[in-house]
Nanobody, 117 residues
Framework: QVHLVESGGGLVQPGGSLRLSCAASGSIFTINSMGWYRQAPGKERELISA???????DYQDSVRGRFTISRDNAKNMVYLQMNNLKPEDTAVYTCFSCDLEGRCDYWGQGTQVTVSS
């Protein structure tokens, strides 16, 4: 099993920045890709960004150019640097991991990001 723990959420003004972190533990050797989903109140969960073990990155169009995903395999960490935050970025952000077979069975508990003046 893989255990994921997020940190770094909070309240920020529009235009501000936050950095989310996700620490993986357990059967980390099974992890291929890691990334972030978010879910805003009343909306469906959406995939924000993901990064494979060899560094291939992908972003949702609404965050491309503002958010940057990175990964430190030695520390078993994945990060999401969020810049130029907008009120519509307000959501619970959840870290996930997928194995080499593409099974994405492990999720963190989520961290709240609120963008408001």
């Amino acid at each position: 099993q893989v255990h994921l723990v997020e940190s770094g959420g909070g309240l920020v003004q529009p235009g501000g920045s936050l950095r989310l972190s996700c620490a993986a533990s357990g059967s980390i050797f099974t992890i291929n890709s890691m990334g972030w989903y978010r879910q805003a109140p009343g909306k469906e969960r959406e995939l924000i960004s993901a990064v494979t073990r060899d560094g291939k990155k992908d972003y949702q169009d609404s965050v491309r150019g503002r958010f940057t995903i990175s990964r430190d395999n030695a520390k078993n960490m994945v990060y999401l640097q969020m810049n130029n935050l907008k009120p519509e970025d307000t959501a619970v952000y959840t870290c996930f991991s997928c194995d080499l077979e593409g099974r994405c069975d492990y999720w963190g508990q989520g961290t709240q990001v609120t963008v408001s003046s």
